[in-house]
Nanobody, 120 residues
Framework: QVHLVESGGGLVQPGGSLRLSCTAS????????MAWYRQAPSKERELVAS???????MYANSVKGRFTISRDNAMNTVHLQMNSLKPEDTAVYYC??????????????WGQGTQVTVAS
């Protein structure tokens, strides 16, 4: 059974930084895209950043130049370095991991979410 463990959320002042991490275990096959989503109160979940197995990165326009996604394939871990944080970045951040194997096909797993609050 796939299990994702997230860490690194918390309270930070505007302009500050946080680093989120997510480690996957129980993956069958190989991991392809790893991503971070976020959901603010009363808003839909949105894609923040993603990174493919080949290292191609994608960012939402709202975080370009401030957030950096990276992955450690040996550790099945994805990170999200968040700099110059703004109050509008406040949300629950979720890790998502896609995998594939010839046995079970394509799978998508979600972490439990970690709260990020940006406030003075």
């Amino acid at each position: 059974q796939v299990h994702l463990v997230e860490s690194g959320g918390g309270l930070v002042q505007p302009g500050g930084s946080l680093r989120l991490s997510c480690t996957a275990s129980g993956i069958i096959g190989y991991i392809n895209t790893m991503a971070w989503y976020r959901q603010a109160p009363s808003k839909e979940r949105e894609l923040v950043a993603s990174i493919t197995s080949g290292g191609s990165e994608m960012y939402a326009n709202s975080v370009k130049g401030r957030f950096t996604i990276s992955r450690d394939n040996a550790m099945n871990t994805v990170h999200l370095q968040m700099n110059s944080l703004k109050p509008e970045d406040t949300a629950v951040y979720y890790c998502n991991v896609g995998s594939w194997s010839p046995v079970v096909g394509s799978k998508s797993a979600w972490g439990q979410g970690t709260q990020v609050t940006v406030a003075s």
